[in-house]
């Protein structure tokens, strides 16, 4: 167990604005693996952040702690409209993540929000908690076989072949849900064949739909993924949600060639693309020089 001085010592370089943002990054998933109320309470605080890469990533630490504790700031990062709205979704995504259903009446009124990614976050957190409440089973009735521990917006599809998988992540006339489970149905497969099925779906209409399609591919780091990957950060009018997981993904992946394109757009005009990139590369020295092991996780791809 760390002391509160050594929680401190590390919330104080999260919070800290002339930290270098890989820093601060790592002190972010160092808290989020001690866990407990004080280090709820530091990456709380570092929402007056300008960054919307920081911001997001904070979202997605509360979520995964899965801490009740963390729903009052969360439910405040969502209704503040002046949050960027990938950090509004983020934190939507988190209270799913944290499946309490006292948080069933904030996502039923921001399901509606304006801004559509703040929108499909909260009806898909809404049918995540449905499906705890309904026992958290697939159809089969085994639990979620995730072999990555994240803790998912939806469950996997059970008993389908990868070409029906496919089939129904690409099917826009279906609800976002069954295409998630889809999505997450390929990403558990593991194979090439799953991996360039998922590629195909970077190129569905949701910008949501495509930025979590990054994220999984970035989870499977396989190398099959890095055309696809890197035409979405490639496509400068690609949404800057989509675009930065891209460049996390293949920051995960971290291959010569993923290595070329996060090189590339470090100087991007986009300031969370570019911040991603930087993220990614500091991600790769760090695991290629073996001083430190990023946590399980980081920006949501192992980076």
């Known amino acids: 167990m760390a002391s509160s001085d050594q929680i401190t010592a590390i ?13 601060r990054f790592r002190a972010l998933f160092t808290l989020r693996n001690l866990g407990g109320a004080e280090a709820i ?13 920081l911001k997001h990533e904070l979202a997605y630490c509360l979520g995964q702690m899965q801490d009740r504790q963390a729903i009052p700031t969360l439910t405040a990062v969502l209704r503040d409209t002046q949050q960027e709205p990938m950090v509004r979704h983020e934190a939507g995504e988190a209270l799913g993540a944290i499946g309490d259903p006292v948080v069933l009446p904030i996502l039923e009124e921001y399901s509606k929000d304006p801004v559509i990614e703040v929108a499909e976050t909260c009806q898909l957190a809404l049918r995540r908690l449905e499906w705890l409440q309904s026992g958290g ?8 076989p995730n072999p990555y521990s994240s803790v998912d917006p939806a469950p996997p599809a059970s008993k389908k072949s990868i070409p029906e998988l496919r089939t129904n992540l690409l099917d826009e006339s279906l609800p976002l849900f069954e295409r998630y489970r889809a999505m997450f149905a390929l990403r558990n497969n593991g194979s090439e ?7 195909d779906g970077l190129q569905c209409s949701s910008a949501l739909f495509r930025h979590e399609i990054g994220y999984v591919l970035g989870q499977m780091q396989h190398p099959a993924a890095v055309p696809a990957l890197s035409a979405a950060l490639d496509r400068s ?15 995960s992946i971290g291959k010569e060639e993923c290595l070329e394109v996060l090189q590339r757009h470090c100087g991007d005009g986009e300031r969370v693309v570019k911040e991603s990139c930087e993220v990614a590369l500091d991600m790769l020295e760090y695991e290629n020089s073996g001083q430190f092991q990023y946590a399980d996780g980081l920006a949501r791809l192992q980076c």
């Open 193 to 199: 064949e799953a991996v360039l099925a998922l590629g």
């Open 237 to 251: 009018g690609e949404s800057a949600m989509v675009r930065h997981e891209a460049a996390e993904a293949l920051g």
């Open 137 to 144: 089973q697939t159809e089969d009735g085994a639990g979620d």
């Open 41 to 53: 309470e530091w990456i709380s605080k570092t929402f007056v952040d300008e960054s919307a890469l």
């Open 11 to 23: 919330g104080s370089v999260l919070v800290d604005p002339s930290k270098d943002l890989a820093q």
